[in-house]
């Protein structure tokens, strides 16, 4: 009786476990997505259906699917289940059955219309000749006029299926990602035109825009400049902005540097500043300090400006969940949280593909900890966790992060020895690295232990991991192992506390305090001048042009942005006492452009305050600004709407696979039916309008790639049909058949590759 007890009542905790609400969502969104693929198959198969019935071709089935049989209908015979006789035109007679089975098959991802004389050839043993039929509503039979309106038929509904989706979705109406830019990333092409956070697209090339998509495909396809109507502050400018986009390595793909406008807000409770009002879970950020939120940058300029101090926050907090709840402001008060970057000469110079850029300053390097751990991995299985301080890995002792890194793939698999420091204590573990793709198409996968990059550091002690050789901190003396005890005669504990004492003293031999295997040392250490602190430019500032260059040459085909270290360097290293202009602007090259003269000294061609930096205490998400796109309830502006839209997308599609051929958009880009399945699901989830758009543009690229001139696809079809009414007669049905073969071995190897693509996506 107690195992029998023992049984049930682990039986119901496992059921309690279970999240059935979230299982029954998820069915339920399956369901409608399974809907719609079915529903774009049928349409494109009833295109195909009523042209062969119009058009006078006897069709012997009409299914949806493909594979075994599982129900359908004929006249005559009724709803019937699992596989039926292919009848005869005589059986059929004499039994008084229609011609047509309408019938689901068992896999709903496809379908087919199946003609009389398509696939159904008398073959003569003796003589090895393939007779067609020759009956005269078979499809062969008939005019190649007929035949092309045939073929053509199932990719003219899949438009027309698009524009009338997407009608209905403009007549109710339907909020989309607004056309507004939110940021402007320094230096890219979009800046240099003159594109500013709050600009509002109106137009690309004389064409209006509705919805921040269409910026973002236009981008991804131009191959010219782009003329871009601009309203800025409620004005439109006087003369259009022509910019070009240029190739982004980060997104594989064109871009002008742009993204759009977002709503900033809490996603969780932040820690209180004592009695003060604080952050609350989905406060959304209005102001910092009084300067408007617009992006991510005017936070982070606001906090680089706070050095650490508190800051206030205008925010608008909701009465309710929903997304329309009435909303309060109210002003809370945040702490900042600092974070030591890595040294950017580091960062920028690095061609080290795996390398992990640590946290430096001046050349003091702290003890590496791990920020996130892959849930189910070797590391969390081997009991690591998050904060945990990397103390030694194998013989190495405080290693960096490229460090850790290259003894987990050097392991070849083998485990490797790791001890962390967590709360005082040093803890031991063996970590067995497995492959860190679990599926991947070409090549051998790196091994890994499931830890995310990058790295954090150790934030409760000054142990220093490493000194950077030839650093201001190597010249002072101090060596790894060593614990830093006061800056200039003031007693430190965090890492923020020498940098704050430091950035204060440039240009200035500083007293420091260590100790190092019980012993106190004095020594000191010399605070380099940098570029900032010589011209007295303001603590958010970006330098945008040094010498009027933007950019500079680091060897190679590699280049950097001048507002970063090594951009920097390159562009001055040989101007030096040369006076030059600099140009920069404040809130991280967001504000008004300025220009000062500058006398280059190499001395001062630094920046590495900017290793240091303040953070928000809480995660932020980040919601695209919409705003609703309607044709007021008017089917006529609906229905033009729709059709301009889905020719648009005709286009588009064209010109992405364009790209796709000429390597400017990288096939990784591209999913399969697994892929996008598994958008749709996520579409699914956001009601009805929005998985109707997203079934509409499907739709769409359906029936462009269906109609590609490739054989087995409608297009090869077609092709094959204007050259049967150029020569005459058509290509004889081995040649036929050998060009299908091919066609169809062309296309197995593109469905192989991109669901195996899409596959190890999901499980990666």
């Not at 094959?720 to 040649?735: A, C, N, S, V, Y």
């Amino acid at each position: 009786m107690d195992m029998l007890t023992s049984s049930a009542a682990q039986q119901g905790l496992l059921l309690g476990a279970i999240d059935f609400a979230a299982w029954a969502n998820f069915a339920w969104q399956f369901v409608k997505v399974l809907a719609g693929f079915s529903l774009i198959v049928f349409v494109h198969e009833l295109g195909h259906f009523l042209a062969a019935k119009w058009c006078g071709v006897r069709v012997d089935r009409f299914a949806v699917g493909f594979g075994p049989r599982l129900f359908g209908w004929r006249k005559g015979e009724g709803l019937t289940f699992g596989g039926r006789p292919n009848y005869t035109a005589q059986e059929l007679a004499a039994r008084g059955l229609g011609e047509t089975d309408y019938c689901f098959q068992a896999l709903p991802l496809g379908g087919y219309v199946k003609m009389l004389g398509e696939t159904d050839f008398d073959y003569d043993e003796k003589t090895g000749e393939v007779k067609l039929s020759d009956d005269p509503r078979s499809f062969p039979n008939k005019p190649v006029g007929s035949r092309m309106l045939v073929v053509s038929a199932g990719v003219v509904f899949n438009l027309l299926f698009a524009a009338l989706a997407l009608m209905t979705v403009f007549l109710v109406g339907h909020r989309l990602v607004a056309p507004v830019i939110g940021y402007v990333q320094p230096g890219m092409a979009g800046e240099l035109a003159g594109l500013r956070p709050g600009d509002v697209i109106k137009s690309i090339n004389g064409q209006k825009v509705d919805y921040w998509q269409d910026v973002r495909v236009r981008e991804v396809l131009s191959t010219k400049p782009l003329t871009l109507g601009v309203e800025r502050d409620g004005v439109m400018l006087p003369r259009p902005i022509v910019v070009k986009a240029e190739h982004d390595p980060v997104l594989k793909a064109q871009s002008i540097g742009v993204d759009c406008a977002v709503k900033l807000s809490a996603r969780d409770d932040w820690p209180q500043v004592g009695d003060k009002p604080g952050v609350k879970k989905n406060d959304r950020f209005l102001s910092i300090d009084g300067a408007p939120v617009k992006s991510m940058l005017d936070i982070e300029a606001a906090l680089l400006r706070s050095r650490g101090a508190m800051v206030t926050m205008r925010v608008a907090r909701p009465s309710g969940d929903a997304e329309d709840a009435p909303t309060t402001e109210l002003d809370v008060y945040i702490q900042p949280k600092f974070r030591l970057l890595p040294d950017t000469r580091v960062a920028d110079l690095s061609t080290e593909v795996n390398r992990e850029p640590h946290a430096s300053l001046l050349g003091f390097v702290p003890r590496a900890a791990i920020a996130s751990i892959r849930e189910g991995r070797a590391a969390h299985r081997a009991g690591l966790k998050n904060g945990d301080v990397i103390a030694r890995i194998n013989r190495i002792n405080a290693p960096t992060p490229s460090e850790i890194l290259e003894q987990i793939e050097a392991s070849e698999y083998k485990p490797v020895t790791i001890e962390v420091a967590r709360k005082g204590e040093t803890i031991s573990a063996t970590v067995r690295p497995e492959p860190a793709e679990r599926m991947r198409l070409f090549g051998a996968s790196r091994p890994t232990i499931g830890i995310y990059r990058p790295f954090n550091y150790e934030t409760d002690r000054l142990l220093v991991a490493r000194v950077e050789p030839g650093s201001p901190a190597a010249a002072s003396g101090i060596i790894a192992g060593s614990e830093l005890i006061a800056v200039a005669g003031v007693e430190v504990s965090r890492w923020e506390q020498v940098y704050l004492e430091l950035v204060k003293r440039h240009g200035e031999s500083v007293p420091l305090r260590y100790s190092v295997e019980g012993q106190i040392l004095d020594t000191t250490i010399q605070v380099p001048r940098t570029i900032l602190s010589e011209l007295n430019l303001p603590t958010d500032a970006m330098i945008l042009t040094a010498a009027d260059k933007r950019t500079a040459p680091l060897g190679g085909d590699r280049v950097a942005l001048v507002g970063t270290q090594a951009g920097l360097e390159a562009a001055l290293r040989d101007r030096a006492g040369q006076r030059v202009r600099i140009t920069y602007a404040d809130n991280l090259g967001q504000g008004e452009e300025r220009s000062i003269e500058f006398e280059v000294r190499p001395e001062c061609l630094q920046m590495w305050e900017r290793t240091g930096r303040w953070d928000m205490p809480g995660p932020i998400g980040q919601t695209p600004v919409t705003w609703p796109v309607s044709a007021g309830g008017n089917p006529v502006r609906a229905l033009w709407m729709g059709l301009k839209v889905t020719v648009q997308q005709v286009s588009m599609t064209y010109q992405t696979m364009q790209q796709v051929a000429n390597q400017r958009v990288s096939t990784e880009n591209l999913s399969g039916p697994i892929g996008i399945f598994n958008v749709a699901i996520e579409q699914a989830a956001n009601g009805w309008r929005t998985l109707l758009l997203f079934f509409a543009f499907l739709s769409v690229n359906l029936a462009v790639l269906n109609f590609l001139p490739l054989p087995v696809l409608d297009g090869g079809l077609m092709v094959l049909l204007i050259l049967e009414k150029i020569r005459g007669k058509p290509l004889t049905l081995k040649t036929q058949t050998q060009i299908t073969l091919a066609g169809l071995a062309l296309i197995g190897i593109v469905f192989v590759v991109v669901t195996f693509q899409d596959i190890a996506k999901l499980m990666n």
